[in-house]
């Protein structure tokens, strides 16, 4: 089992960052490549950002509608993932959920096998 504890969510205004984070503790070796995902009020979850890492190094990966403006990134000595999130929109409102466990295609978060409980994200125009 892996636990995915998100954190970092808040109400900030359009233009604004914020800086998710998400610890993850239990069998961490499933924690090679996390994701992000979003779910606005009345919509399908959907992938923001993943980041996976092999011998070969660290990949990253974003929806168009996040590129350039959302980071990934992970801290290995404390298991934990970030998603720093600059030049916040309206659309972006949502609450967004850290991954785990991937089996199959990382933009689909039927592959993932473990999630966060969720952290809120609004942004005010």
């Known amino acids: 089992q892996v636990q995915l504890v998100e954190s970092g969510g808040g109400l900030v205004q359009a233009g604004g960052s914020l800086r998710l984070s998400c610890a993850a503790s239990g069998r961490t070796f499933s924690t090679y490549a996390m994701g992000w995902f979003r779910q606005a009020p009345g919509k399908e979850r959907e992938f923001a950002a993943a980041?996976?890492?092999?011998?070969?190094?660290?990949?990253?990966y974003y929806a168009d509608s996040v590129k350039g403006r959302f980071t990934i990134s992970r801290d290995n000595a404390k298991n934990t993932v970030f998603l720093q999130m600059n030049s916040l929109k309206p659309e972006d409102t949502a609450v967004y959920y850290c991954?785990?466990?991937?089996?199959?295609?990382?933009?689909?978060?039927?592959?993932?096998?473990?999630w966060g409980q969720g952290t809120q994200v609004t942004v005010s125009s």
């Open positions: 991954a785990a466990g991937l089996d199959g295609s990382r933009w689909s978060s039927s592959a993932y096998q473990y």
């Open positions: 980041i996976s890492w092999s011998w070969s190094g660290i990949s990253t």
